[in-house]
């Protein structure tokens, strides 16, 4: 099997970031992301999309987290389409819904190479810790623009604001991971134009 991984580095005035992504990974993640929440996340991510994924980052967070999230999303965006390179053979959409406590969440993915992010649902609480959760969908946004994907995310219902975004990262882990699957039936890309994008 051809190696399917992608390693980007980002360097700005504002942040630091080098970052590795393997899609048929073992769900094992080495991050040191400068913002705890945002390792917390994106270990889920990794461990439930069965990705390998290490991020060392060094960011201007004594300003805030913003910086840092969505460079660290560029990065993870890029990283993705890097992996994927054409797309011949993979299965192209996922979806996952997830539970996580009383929160449920549903991610649904097309790769194809037209980005669009649309999201739906209310994040509970606008901290958890320090981290502003208004992060989350800037996050996503920049993942799906970088990757060229179609991201939707719908928050079907949660009261605690941990909890519902732990159920999307999760989510996305799962239906990134069955968009990518390689698939034996399916010759070149995924599509009656014989293109994506």
Partial sequence: MTDRSGTIERNTSETQIKLNFSVDGDGNSKLETGVPFLTHMLTLFAKHGQFSLTVEAHGDTEVDDH?????????????????????AGINRYGYAIVPMDEALSEVVIDLSDRPAFVFHGTLPAQKVGTFDTELVTEFLDKLSIEARMNLHVNVRYGENAHHVIESIFKALGRALDAATLKNSRIQGVLSTKGTLG
Avoid: P, V
């Fill in 67 to 87: 910086h840092t999230t969505e460079d660290i999303a560029i990065c993870l965006g890029q990283a993705i389409r890097q992996a994927l390179g054409d797309k």
